[in-house]
């Protein structure tokens, strides 16, 4: 199971608490992770990436194992720690704005 | 026994405030959706049960609850807004073209007779429609371009469609406003739209008489009268008597017609109120002191009423969402203020009290009669 931290706007609105797991079938990239957690909170499209480009908002950043990893491509594997369940990936809320 | 909903939408969440017919004795539930900006809800007219929300955020955009329960419980339906074909473009601040793009849903409109039907007005603006209860959104988009729309600019609040009016007697007549394009009217459902500015007269812009680039902030109609439209104009408080055709400044007396809020009082229909601004660049009321004004003419002959309001040392604004009535007599007025406070008259504006005083922001203010 793949371990996703979700930012507190978004908790409140899948009724989760911090952490979630997903089932995620194949390689564990961005995508597969983010459609896993859509698929199981279908109330969280559109609020992390765009609903028809699939781009991250530009608010929004996903970072684990102490990297910022917002810039990678969206099909490019995880950390390992990550695939393998030992590290979360968290999605953040940028600190902006009030 | 008769009682009013106050659904009431803020930076930080939604408040519920319900009280019997009264109106003294007030339920506070909330903030739902906490943390969100909610900019409007709005109930069905079909079904008071059916309430829609419009609830975003800078940082994870348009989110779209609704409640089939009066506001315990709620749903997340669609928030898809994909714009009909190639976007375009509008003008930007500068005057360049700058791409369609879909920021947040700014006013939600039921039908007047069916729960699942509901219009959105969003920025950057178009007027979209839902007939399954909001799961899937689809825009009318002989509205964005049927001309005008690569000259539509946005106000300093973005560029919002902010109104939506349907004719009670004609639902395929329908008036909305956009700032800062101005206001349009179909009556065939939507499919097509005729700017209606005539009359309008706005300094800010290269010709103060153009078809459109009008900062319309708020129209308000009676509904045993859809001819007779109220405006709040940026500057000015107009009206129009011919469904749009021709408008005419009714300012009169006003201390300031800037503003943002009218409304027209339920069992009056020449009766109307606006809380006048200092002006665009002090968004607070004149002179200190929240007075709503107050016109049994329809217009030009306007008292303050000021009973129950703050009077000294108050500098609060009231934006174009936050003021609704209710459908009792005498009619319920009320409003919601950027610093919290929803203040309600049961008499018609006669006399004044704050629901709630500590909100957050209040960005809009809907009032549902149940019986």
């Known amino acids: 199971m793949i371990r996703v931290v979700l930012p507190p706007p978004l908790r409140i609105l899948a009724h989760t608490g911090a952490e979630i797991t997903v089932d995620v079938p194949g390689a564990v990239t961005q995508r597969s992770v983010l459609d896993a957690v859509e698929r199981r909170y279908p109330m969280l499209r559109g609020t992390m990436r765009d609903h028809d480009t699939q781009r991250r908002r530009p608010l929004v950043r996903f970072f684990a194992c102490e990297e910022d990893l917002s810039g990678e491509p969206p099909d490019a594997p995880l950390p390992e720690p990550v695939a393998e369940g030992k590290e979360p990936l968290l999605v953040i809320g940028a600190i902006a704005g009030g | ?371």
């Open chain 2, 1 to 371: 026994m008769s009682g009013v909903r106050v659904l009431v939408g803020t930076k930080k969440g939604a408040f519920v405030l319900t009280a019997d017919g009264k109106r003294k004795d007030w339920a506070v539930s909330g903030p739902h959706f906490a943390g969100w900006e909610v900019y409007h809800m709005k109930g069905s007219p079909a079904d008071p049960n059916r309430i829609y929300v419009s609830q975003s955020s800078g940082w994870f955009g348009q989110v779209l609850p609704r409640s089939d329960d009066g506001g315990k419980t709620w749903t997340t339906v669609g928030n898809k807004f994909t714009y009909d074909g190639v976007a375009g473009t509008h003008a930007w601040y500068d005057g360049s073209p700058h791409p369609w793009e879909f920021k947040r849903v700014w006013h939600l409109e039921p039908s007047l007779g069916d729960p699942d039907t509901v219009y959105a007005g969003v920025e950057d603006a178009a007027m979209f429609r839902s007939t399954d209860g909001g799961q899937n959104w689809e825009e009318l988009s002989g509205l964005r371009k049927h001309g005008t729309g690569p000259r539509w600019q946005p106000g300093a609040g973005g560029l919002c469609l902010h109104t939506i009016l349907i004719d009670p007697t004609n639902p395929k007549r329908i008036f909305i406003a956009i700032s800062a394009a101005g206001a349009f009217r179909t009556t065939d459902g939507g499919a097509t739209w005729t700017p209606i500015n005539r009359g309008l007269h706005s300094q800010y812009i290269p010709d103060p008489n153009a078809e459109v680039g009008h900062c319309v902030h708020r129209l308000a109609m009676h509904r045993s009268r859809p001819d007779t439209l109220y405006m709040q104009k940026h500057w000015d408080v107009m009206r129009t008597d011919n469904a749009g055709d021709q408008w005419t400044e009714v300012s009169g007396n006003l201390p300031t017609d800037f503003g943002f809020v009218i409304d027209v009082n339920t069992n009056e229909p020449e009766t109307i109120y606006v809380v006048p601004i200092k002006s665009d660049s002090e968004h607070y009321v004149h002179d200190g002191k929240l007075r709503v004004f107050r016109s049994k003419t329809g217009g030009n002959e306007w008292e303050p009423l000021t009973k129950g309001l703050p009077q000294k040392d108050c500098y609060v604004n009231v934006l174009r969402d936050a003021m609704s009535v209710d459908a009792l007599d005498p009619c319920g007025v009320y409003f919601g203020t950027s610093g919290g406070q929803v203040y309600a008259s049961p008499d018609g504006g006669d006399s004044w009290s704050p629901i709630v005083r500590d909100l957050p922001a209040v960005l809009s203010v809907e009032v549902q009669t149940l019986s």
